[in-house]
């Protein structure tokens, strides 16, 4: 609802009533369609003056008036036209924002998937490294005790020698 007309944009015009419709009036201009014709004096619109200065104090709430024509015929209307494109508009980009968001969420557990792949083959390198290291050690004793069988043999020989 217009709250100061504009003075630049403002024209004079008359209401269905045949009423002159100037800048003094109490008049309500159509939100839709905005232009010189859609202005409505405010007997036409059926308010009274108090009610008609309430509703158009500066710091009051936002309200909206429509014309008979707007009200019982919305395809007429382009800016309702144009909110409901703004609407499929709106609607089309948060499918797209959801889709873009589940291929996020699916890099992401593919992610901790791959995270918790490197750490099972961390720890395999751990137990692969343990065992190696314990084969090693087995060597090691064979050896030794290889290296022991040698020397017995070696002392009972010459025991059996020097006898």
């Known amino acids: 609802m217009d709250r100061q007309r504009d003075r630049h944009t403002y024209r004079e015009t008359s209401c269905n009533c045949g009423k002159e419709i100037i800048e003094e009036t109490k008049a309500l201009q159509c939100d839709t369609y905005g232009h010189e014709t859609a202005w409505k004096c ?14 158009t104090v500066e710091d009051g709430p936002e309200l909206k008036w429509f014309c008979e024509s707007c009200l019982h015929s919305p395809a ?3 800016p309702i036209r144009d909110n409901h494109d703004k609407l499929e508009e709106t609607v089309t980009t948060l499918g797209k924002l959801i889709d873009k968001l589940c291929h996020i969420k699916n890099r992401l557990d593919h ?41 017995m043999i070696d002392c009972v020989e010459k025991v059996l020698t020097a006898r």
């Open 42 to 55: 405010i007997t036409c619109v059926g308010i009274t003056p108090e009610l008609y200065d309430m509703l």
């Open 76 to 78: 007429s209307c382009p």
């Open 111 to 151: 992610k901790a998937d791959v995270q918790q792949l490197a750490d099972v083959e961390t720890k395999m390198r751990v137990v692969e490294s343990k065992i190696e290291n314990t084969e090693q050690e087995i060597q090691e004793i064979k050896q030794n005790r290889k290296t022991d069988e040698t020397q």
